[in-house]
């Protein structure tokens, strides 16, 4: 339960709301709790009026609320015939039904959209938040979770804010106004009537608590099930490519049986959990119906057929309020479980911190290692060791090694994906932690080893990353990768969309696409991280050609296993460990007769067409 105090900002932002519903469930009570006394008034003004058998006026008038009494004084002060008295209190009553379902109506307007409000702040809130956390935290927790966090968690929590909130308050509202009139009009008679209410609440209390274990557990295995499910959908070529279709099957149907059992034991509790509420209810109305008749029949209380006829409609009021403390409890321990969950991910601090005094530089392109360890959080492999690089401004540097080498680690940590173990990084000579951190990646213009397109246009793909971009440019960047032509072949050409994760189109288009939004980003630093490996050789001449004119006056780091000699480097290192084992320009490396000399004879020989 203490989960739920993270919602009490909300409840705060949206308090008038909040305050109205309240005020408009009272109100709605209020009306609903006089028409017992006014039926009773009626019931004993006919015993009275017709002399029926067995009528004995009561030694005292009921205590009835204030505005019943105004209107039984003004009622019995006109001389009404008994037709025109019933008539009266029957249109009295349809009067009180009639307001109560107007305040009736005002609360669900300012409770339930008052949750809706609530659900809407909180996943924007998680949304941006989840944008917050670093890249370690991503490769922690499956996709497929944190959609139901954001999905069903939140969903649960809403049934919290909005229903939940409103049956409780209409619970304590209807039982005060109830038990209120009852005392006033029969104490002891109230009391055996309340008698199984504590056995209600002892029930309630023992029942919650595995109510909430089994919604914890309900939750996990559904994150678990999306989870599968997500995975599967993203990786849908590769299962038939494999013909794992049934494996597949057989995991989600696994995933699926643990929920099931879980939702199902859920099931059970409830089950046995509202039909005993209900049975508590309806022994109440037997006890009133019982005990009031005997103090009728024996004549030792003031009790008459009207008391016993107010206390049946007290209680049948109360029927649905308190059978409705089940479900009202079940809300309110799966939003508690839910929302434990949420709690977990919003109280995530993001590794990767931006100081508060963090300045906004203009990148030149001077970047310096120094003596940089970098161990990844997650695995626990070291990716670079005593690295030292220097880099200046308008330089091309190559950085090549095998898979693994630590290459692209590099660009992870220039884009402050990750910070450092030891050692700094420092651009235009200040650290890289103390530039802000959306500074640092909007005037670097990058292009990830693992592309990844959205769901959306051509156009929209190669413009993502700049706010206003002319069509023009588009074009124009479009064309620096060596894409245009085949856009231009497209159904809709930049208007063509792109399937999710860039599905429709071939490796090699969709690492074009990717290379144009970095280049559109027009940024005088741009890292490739090993970007042309989906294309041919043919095309990635003609892409570095054109890259060659792009880079002039810019700094750029391209990373990759293969050899680019149709560019010319100012400097290519050679990684093998996370350690710098050559460097220096091609001819000196070449003269080394080493990693690289080896690399480049191969590449050669590989180039080279058949004859």
């Not at 956390?133 to 959609?147: H, Q, V």
């Not at 508690?336 to 530089?361: C, G, M, V, W, Y």
């Not at 999710?500 to 696409?513: D, F, M, P």
């Amino acid at each position: 339960m203490n989960q739920l105090g993270a919602l009490n900002k909300y409840f705060w932002k949206y308090r008038s709301r909040l305050g109205l519903g309240i005020l408009f469930v009272t109100l709605s009570n209020y009306f609903n709790v006089l028409s017992p006394q006014v039926t009773g008034f009626v019931i004993d003004f006919v015993q009275r009026s017709l002399h029926l058998p067995g009528y004995k006026p009561a030694s005292h008038p009921p205590d009835y609320d204030g505005l019943v009494n105004k209107f039984i004084q003004k009622v019995e002060g006109q001389s009404y015939s008994l037709g025109k008295v019933v008539a009266i209190c029957g249109v009295s009553i349809l009067i009180l039904a009639l307001l109560r379902g107007f305040f009736l109506f005002l609360m669900r307007q300012t409770i339930i959209v008052m949750s809706r409000f609530i659900e809407y702040d909180q996943k924007n809130e998680i949304y941006l938040h989840y944008q917050k956390l670093d890249t370690a935290f991503y490769k922690r927790n499956s996709t497929g979770d944190l959609m139901n966090r954001i999905a069903e968690d939140v969903s649960r929590v809403r049934m919290f804010t909005g229903p939940a909130i409103m049956y409780l308050v209409n619970l304590v509202a209807i039982i005060s106004l109830s038990v209120y009139f009852m005392l006033k009009r029969e104490a002891e008679l109230t009391l055996y009537v309340l008698a199984p209410l504590p056995i209600l609440a002892i029930t309630i209390y023992f029942v919650n608590n595995t109510i909430n274990r089994k919604s914890e557990r309900i939750q996990r295995s559904l994150s678990d099930l999306t989870t599968n499910a997500q995975e599967t959908y993203s990786g849908i070529r590769v299962i038939k490519s494999f013909v794992q279709e049934k494996a597949m099957l057989g995991f989600f149907t696994r995933n699926s049986e643990e929920y099931k059992a879980n939702a199902i034991g859920l099931a059970r509790v409830e089950a046995i959990y509202f039909p005993s509420i209900t049975f508590l209810i309806g022994l109440s109305t037997l006890l009133t119906i019982m005990i009031g008749g005997l103090y009728y029949i024996k004549g030792g209380h003031d009790i008459n057929v009207n008391t016993i006829v107010e206390f049946v409609m007290y209680i049948n009021m109360l029927t649905f309020p308190v059978s409705a403390i089940g479900l009202t409890a079940s809300m309110i321990q799966r939003a508690a479980a839910s929302q434990k969950r949420i709690n977990e991910f919003l109280r995530t601090a993001p590794a990767i911190k931006q100081d508060d005094k963090a300045e906004n530089i203009q990148l030149k392109g001077n970047i310096k290692f120094n003596a940089v360890d970098f161990i990844y959080p997650h695995t626990g492999i070291q990716a670079l060791k005593d690295f030292d690089l220097e880099i200046k401004a308008g330089q091309k540097i190559a950085i090549v090694g095998r898979t693994g080498s630590g290459k692209s680690t590099i660009a992870q940590l220039l884009l402050r994906m990750y910070d450092v173990t030891s050692g700094n990084i420092t651009i235009e000579g200040k650290d890289i932690r103390e530039i802000g951190v959306d500074t640092l990646r909007e005037q670097i213009g990058y292009v990830p080893q693992d592309v990844f397109l959205f769901s959306d246009t051509v156009a929209g793909n190669i413009a993502f990353g700049k706010d206003q971009v002319l069509e023009e440019e588009i074009r124009r960047a479009a064309g620096q990768a060596s894409v245009a032509e085949e856009i231009i072949g497209f159904s809709h050409q930049y208007d063509t969309m792109i399937g999710e994760r860039g599905v429709t189109l071939s490796g090699g288009q969709k690492q074009r696409i990717s290379i144009a939004r970095a280049l559109l980003k027009n940024s005088s630093l741009v890292i490739f991280d090993d970007c042309l490996s989906a294309v041919d050789s043919r095309t990635e001449k003609k892409i570095l050609g054109q890259l060659n004119d792009f880079l002039k006056d810019r700094t750029a780091i391209i990373i990759t296993h293969r050899i680019f000699s149709l560019l010319d480097f100012d400097k290519i290192v050679v990684l093998e460990d996370g350690l710098i084992t050559e460097q220096g320009t091609h001819q000196e490396l070449m003269k080394k007769q080493g990693y690289y000399a080896s690399l480049y004879a191969r590449q050669q020989q590989q180039d080279q067409p058949e004859g």
